[in-house]
């Protein structure tokens, strides 16, 4: 029995042993088979998408089937931990109107890719609000501040730990992120500027035409079709996409100062160390460092060259003769860059001609590109890291054109004085001086440096016509100012010696340069920078060449701060400039003659010395409720930022203007030369209704008020102003006769006072526009009066059109500024009219022929408005 049961206790165990272990073989080979199912169709899925594709390893391997138009990214594991840029370029186009080659259609993406079991994720980074270090408040702000997704894409395969996904519809299709057709702009409609093109994606003639692959880069051209709506016209780009990883070091940043003018980037810190949010803006500029061995050397005061320079590639398609200019307008930024530490930091190479992987829309490589279209322009953007503000690529697109703008600008400028531009076709040297001049201030962009606005009213007038200043300083202190040519040259003063052009450099612009871009030894951190970046702006003070003047937008409220000025006397360099342009007028036949042609480009240079002598207009207008600012920081004794043109000056400014306008037609408006062209004799009399506009609008006046009420010892009081204003405006006839001029001046400032009493019915407005919009069409912040004539005179100046691909600029917007209310001005202008009226009944009786009826028939509108 014992024995018995001791056998069967033993089956009984062995049985118990034995059983588990079969079944667990089992479910180890059931794994298996299902591990191997599994394996083998994770490598069918790999081997699918593998199938006919081309494989290049870099940044991730990129797998393209040509055949099936087919692009699939396999991206590796520690992929999943970087930062990257999405930039998106034009490389070719059928339609210009947005874009042309070269361009970069929108604002690169700060982004980077996250994955789950099913998909990869394209975020795109938050980089504008930030948390200080490791601050307790992280995990809150990564709560409240979370990436967004851009783009998910499932995973169609994988290898090993790779994944693969399928990117052809990002890349090949109208993706709204990275798409050529634009969204429509608020400004340009405001403007009355022409709409965005508009069209229906046509996918049977897009897709992706090629992938190359980088160790940091991927670079991708596609071919987008569209039919154009309403015309139905087709459309088609070639975008390339750059897809490439950023350092895991990032640039340490620098503060951002109004005194000296860099783009920059907002940030929001969130820090629980402060009793508030704190903002702070950082300047963009390229990442110069010393190389290491050279580090101590740099700190001595000895020149280093840079690791890494700044290249730029300059594009074959620059017939030689202009070459030469355009790499001379590039590394003459070298001068500006030794005085910051750096030797040869800037170089300018041509295109290389044999090299596979030079790409010119490839994003490593900043160029200078030629634009073969009728566009008079050019621009330097500059596109940046947005987590410092490094600038990673710089961008000149020099559109064909601009010849024709280099070479007006400097016929109407210098004509008189130089012999040298009377012609259709400059010499060579001559062309060049302009190029390099444009040249050096686009590559000025993509450093960083936005307009200095003001540089030129640091020079005295006269001191524009001494050979020693202008062969030392040019027209300005910076060439990023718009200060062309030397249009307050006279007649003999280029035989003495006089320059006619701005200077290679400005002292200015060295001095941001270094500002800029020199390394301050011991300093950590942005914060620990600024007492040495105060130090240099504080030595200097008091000289204006080194001030920054920022630009302005819709109108001028700062004479000091404007385009295509120069000297601090716009009313003395406006006469010289006139004086020259009298001597145009008077040999424009001969100097512009080709026999046997139309008089079309005669037409178009006669319109071009009308321009310039509007500018000359333009310049003296904002000294009437003008506005001097200045920037100032607490505790430096200033006591205002703002500075009011004083009585004189205004009063000044306000018998110039008007004795223009009672003259400008005598010799501008020539009968014999208006009869050859396909224009009419009232072609310039906008110019009237300009000048008196300029005189009376509300935004005028109101500045004209405040500034009485702050002193009114030194500026005029409203009143007193309009007392002035009015008794200029109208005066009376000599024997008994108002000349044309008179007359039309007079009538255009009735017709304006009727206007703003706000009592006289109102013509029906060219565009349905409200606010400050309708602010803006009836002159009310300033000289325009009229949506055109506002971009008119934003745009007429420009060769550059710097977008907001620089990032933030530090500019005065001059719209929606404090005006007169309509009770307000509606009172004061009732005030002037019965004074108008008052004035031509006593002088009716003694006037004579049209002027009589004039009296009369002003006198009938006042009294009907009145009586309404």
């Known amino acids: 029995m014992r024995k018995g049961t001791g056998i069967a206790f033993v089956l009984l165990a062995t049985l118990a042993v034995c059983q588990p272990t079969e079944a667990k073989r089992k479910s180890k080979k059931n794994k298996n088979a299902i591990a191997a199912l599994v394996k083998d169709s994770v490598n069918a899925d790999y081997k699918k998408v593998t199938k006919n594709a081309a494989v290049q390893k870099g940044l991730f391997t990129t797998l393209y089937n040509a055949k099936e138009g087919k692009l699939y990214f396999e991206i590796p594991d520690s992929a999943f931990g970087r930062t990257y840029i999405l930039a998106n370029r034009v490389a070719a186009t059928s339609n210009t109107r947005d874009f042309v080659a070269g361009q970069i259609a929108t604002q690169p993406l700060l982004i980077r890719f996250s994955k789950d079991e099913r998909n990869v994720y394209i975020h795109q980074i938050q980089s504008s609000d930030i948390v200080a270090g490791t601050d307790p408040i992280e995990s809150a702000f990564d709560k409240n501040f979370y990436d967004p997704v851009l783009k998910g894409f499932k995973i169609a395969a994988q290898n090993g730990k790779n994944v693969v996904i399928d990117v052809t519809a990002f890349f090949g299709a109208n993706e709204k992120a990275i798409s050529p057709i634009k969204t429509d702009n608020p400004l340009s409609k405001l403007l009355g500027g022409a709409n965005s093109l508009k069209g229906t994606f046509v996918p049977d003639a897009s897709g992706i035409v090629s992938s190359k692959c980088f160790p940091e880069n991927i670079e991708i051209k ?107 307008g590039i590394e003459d930024w070298n001068t500006a860059f030794e005085t910051a530490g750096f030797k040869n930091a800037i170089k300018a190479v041509d295109y290389p001609k044999n090299d596979p992987d030079f790409d010119p829309d490839d994003m490593r490589y900043s160029c200078f590109k030629y634009a073969a279209t009728a566009t008079a322009n050019a621009m330097g953007p500059s596109h940046v890291d947005p987590r410092t503000g490094e600038i990673l690529t710089g961008d000149v697109i020099w559109y064909h054109n601009i010849i024709s703008l280099l070479h007006n600008w400097r016929f109407v400028q210098t ?24 040249a050096a201030h686009e590559i000025g962009h993509t450093l960083g440096l936005m307009h200095n606005m003001g540089a030129s009213y640091s020079f005295p007038v006269d001191s524009l016509r001494s050979p020693s200043f202008t062969q030392k300083y040019g027209t300005t202190p910076s060439i990023m100012d718009y200060a062309r040519n030397n249009f307050v040259a006279q007649p003999g003063d280029v035989e003495r010696g006089v320059k006619l052009t701005p200077p290679v450099l400005g002292v200015y612009d060295i001095h941001a340069i270094n500002w800029g871009y020199r390394l301050i030894p011991g300093a950590s951190t942005p914060e620990s920078e600024k007492p040495t970046l105060d130090q ?93 600012y200045e920037e100032i920081r607490q505790g430096d004794g200033k006591e205002t930022s703002k500075h009011y043109i004083d009585r004189d000056r205004q009063r000044e400014a306000m018998l110039w203007l008007l004795e223009q306008a009672r003259t400008y037609n005598e010799w501008l408006t020539v009968k014999e030369l208006i009869g050859k062209f396909e224009i009419n004799m009232n072609v310039n009399d906008k110019l009237q209704t300009m000048i008196v506009s300029s005189l009376i609008n509300s935004a005028t006046l109101y500045r004209i008020q405040e500034g009485g009420l702050v002193d009114p010892v030194h500026n005029f009081r409203l009143d007193e102003y309009l007392n002035e204003v009015t008794t200029a405006l109208f005066k009376a006839p000599t024997g008994g006769r108002l000349s ?129």
């Open 222 to 328: 596609s071919r987008l079709s569209f039919t154009l709506t309403p015309l139905g016209q087709p459309y088609s780009v070639i975008m390339h996409r750059s897809l490439f990883a950023l350092p895991d070091d990032p640039m340490p940043m620098r503060l951002q100062d109004n005194r000296v003018g860099f783009f920059y980037s907002d940030k929001s810190i969130y820090t629980s160390e402060q009793d508030r949010l704190i903002r702070r803006t950082f300047i963009h500029r390229w990442r110069l460092e010393p190389k290491k061995e050279d580090l101590d050397k740099y700190f001595q005061g000895e020149l280093v060259e840079p690791q890494k320079p700044i290249v730029f590639y300059v594009d074959s398609a620059f017939p030689e003769k202009w070459r030469t200019a355009i790499h001379q």
């Open 740 to 868: 044309d001029a008179e007359q039309s001046l007079q009538a255009a400032a009735i017709a304006l006072m009727l206007k703003n009493t706000g009592l006289a019915p109102t013509a029906k407005a060219s565009t349905s526009l409200t606010g400050d919009a309708a602010a803006l069409h009836t002159g009310a912040i300033g000289q325009p009066t009229t949506p055109e004539d506002a971009f008119d005179e934003m745009t007429s100046s420009f060769p550059c059109s710097c977008g907001m691909s620089h990032g933030n600029e530090f500019a005065r917007i001059n719209f929606g500024l404090p005006t007169l209310t309509k009770e307000q001005i509606g009172a004061l202008m009732t005030g002037r009219l019965r004074k108008v009226l008052s004035l031509y009944k006593s002088r009716r009786a003694a006037a004579t022929g049209s002027t009589k009826d004039f009296y009369d028939y002003q006198i009938l509108l006042i009294e009907r408005t009145f009586a309404n």
């Open 415 to 438: 004509g008189a004085v130089d012999p040298r531009v009377r012609c259709q076709v400059f010499d060579d040297d001559v062309m060049r001086e302009s190029i390099r001049y444009a």
């Open 536 to 628: 240099w702006i504080a030595e200097k003070a008091g000289d204006p060449m080194y001030e920054f003047g920022a630009q302005q937008l819709f109108g001028t409220v700062d004479p000091t701060d404007q385009t295509e000025d120069l000297g601090n006397d716009h009313i003395k360099a406006g006469d010289y400039g006139i004086s020259n342009l009298k001597i145009l007028m008077q040999n424009l036949e001969t100097w512009n003659m080709e026999r046997g042609e139309r008089y079309d480009e005669m037409e178009n240079m006669y319109r071009e010395i009308v321009n310039q002598y509007t500018r000359y207009l333009r310049h003296v207008m904002p000294y009437i409720g003008g506005i001097r």
